[in-house]
């Protein structure tokens, strides 16, 4: 009895085999004329996505889409990365899990959501840590800064590259003018726990929520006010609800370009080689974009009536979110000692 149950199992398991088989080869294998050429050869063929929650035209994604078609080039066509931009594939702290998992291969996204799955990350939510774009730079192209991205292998992600985001700033509904006019607002920020305690010392009330929600909750005056830099600002629409924004530049959180750690541990040394050197190189079309794109939103944002404030003494900002720089002093003490030594 037993035997006559088990056999078909196995004559089934038998044709799947050899059907998956069959089907996983006609990808890979290629018929030149008599001339078979065997996967191990010609390697693979893949097609991969990348999720990125910004538009189309934003820096970012011209920064993946240059990415994926050096992929493309340097493998002749047999990697393919299809760039899915607008959250498509849902937003940052929900398409982190999902490349830890390996369901989608390859993200762009924010070092500031990332700080709640590798603690290492969370020094670039650290208020005025970095100077200016060149220091912030120098930081990340340092050997520090690129073991911070490596460090990212310990949380299933490996990191390829960083991008530019510029300087965050914070904007509101009411007009802002100094330091304590934030006082008792609710701000929205990215969803992670430095970030809260940043918003804590200045006196006003944390509201962490996923970038795709910001603007219907300050439309709706569930939120006061936000913060970012002019290129989100500006794309997100959240000038047009929150039109005073103060230039005070509280973080430079790098976007980090990543790959599920799951996917490159299958990827043959040649793939992983092509892959990194194209993630490298898309840096510069992406900083260029960058540059590019953050001018045009300044212009863009002030000529649509947004009232925006210089802040010509940081002292007063500084000495007020000193207490979170105190908090967290001993637990990045290396990076931060590495990031002023880039200052000189
Ligand atoms: C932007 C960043 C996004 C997202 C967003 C946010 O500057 O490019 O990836 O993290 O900020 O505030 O959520």
Redesign the pocket.
């Given at each position: 009895m037993k035997l006559l149950t088990k056999q078909p199992t196995v004559i089934l398991g038998t044709t799947l085999s050899v059907f998956l088989l069959l089907a996983g080869c006609a990808d890979d294998v290629k018929t030149t004329g008599n001339v078979t050429t065997s996967p191990q050869a010609e390697g693979k063929k893949y097609t991969f996505r990348l999720a990125d929650?910004?538009p189309d035209n934003y820096p970012?994604v011209l920064g993946d889409k240059k990415f994926a078609e050096l992929v493309n080039q340097k493998s002749n066509g047999r990697i393919k990365i299809d760039v899915f931009p607008n959250s498509q594939l849902g937003e940052?702290k929900a398409v982190i899990e999902q490349v830890q998992l390996g369901a989608i291969e390859f993200t762009r996204?924010?070092s500031?959501?990332l700080a709640e799955f590798n603690k290492s990350l969370g020094v670039f939510s650290l208020p005025y840590i970095f100077d200016n774009a060149a220091h912030e730079w120098k930081f990340l192209e340092s050997d520090k800064g690129k073991e911070l991205l490596s460090s990212l292998e310990s949380s299933k992600l490996k990191g390829l590259a960083y991008y530019d985001?510029g300087a965050r700033n914070f904007y509101s509904k009411k007009p802002v003018k100094s330091v304590e006019d934030l006082k008792g607002m609710k701000l929205r920020v990215?969803q992670n726990k430095i970030n809260i305690d940043l918003i804590d010392a200045l006196g006003a009330n944390a509201s962490p929520m996923p970038?795709g929600e910001v603007f219907s909750s300050l439309q709706t005056g569930v939120i006061d006010g936000a913060e970012?830099?002019y290129p989100?600002y500006d794309s997100s629409n959240h000038y047009q609800v929150a039109k005073n924004l103060v230039l005070d530049g509280h973080q430079r959180v790098p976007?980090v370009v990543m790959i599920s750690k799951v996917t490159w541990d299958k990827l043959g040394d040649e793939d992983k080689k092509i892959i990194q050197e194209a993630a490298t190189e898309s840096v510069k079309t992406q900083r260029e974009e960058w540059a590019k794109f953050e001018k045009n939103s300044e212009a863009k944002v002030k000529a649509a009536g947004a009232t925006v404030t210089e802040v010509t003494d940081l002292k007063p900002w500084q000495d007020k979110v000193k207490p979170v720089i105190d908090k967290y002093r001993s637990e990045y003490k290396d990076v931060l000692d590495a990031i002023d030594q880039a200052r000189k």
């Open positions: 929650t910004h970012t940052e996204v924010s500031g959501p985001s990215q970038y970012n830099n989100s976007e």
